[in-house]
Nanobody, 113 residues
Framework: QAQLVESGGGLVQAGQSLRLSCEDS????????IGWYRQAPGKQRELVAL???????NYADSAKGRFTISRDNAKNTVYLQMNSLKPEDTAVYYC???????WGQGTQVTVSA
């Protein structure tokens, strides 16, 4: 299975937090690197955070210190904890296996000023 299912988006005020979830039913989940991406209106899609099958993480400069990516292989789930949200974080957020060319519908995050 190449596509994952995102959830957890919503509308929050600046400075508050959200936790996004990314779930798959595949048996090989633990062997794949997974990234969180986002696309704001009129802007290019960008990588926000990545977690490898070994648990190593990497973040975009805009996310460092505020966002945390983690995974629970027993639950086939990757999380993106987003703290201190800013209006510029407003976007549709997607998760994807790094090797996949398929995108899901994503989950909308809206941060009000």
């Amino acid at each position: 299975q190449a596509q994952l299912v995102e959830s957890g988006g919503g509308l929050v005020q600046a400075g508050q937090s959200l936790r996004l979830s990314c779930e798959d039913s595949g048996s090989a989940f633990r062997f794949n690197d997974i990234g969180w991406y986002r696309q704001a209106p009129g802007k290019q899609r960008e990588l926000v955070a990545l977690i490898t099958r070994g648990g190593d993480t990497n973040y975009a400069d805009s996310a460092k210190g505020r966002f945390t990516i983690s995974r629970d292989n027993a639950k086939n789930t990757v999380y993106l904890q987003m703290n201190s949200l800013k209006p510029e974080d407003t976007a549709v957020y997607y998760c994807k296996y790094t090797w996949s060319t398929y995108w899901g519908q994503g989950t909308q995050v809206t941060v009000s000023a």
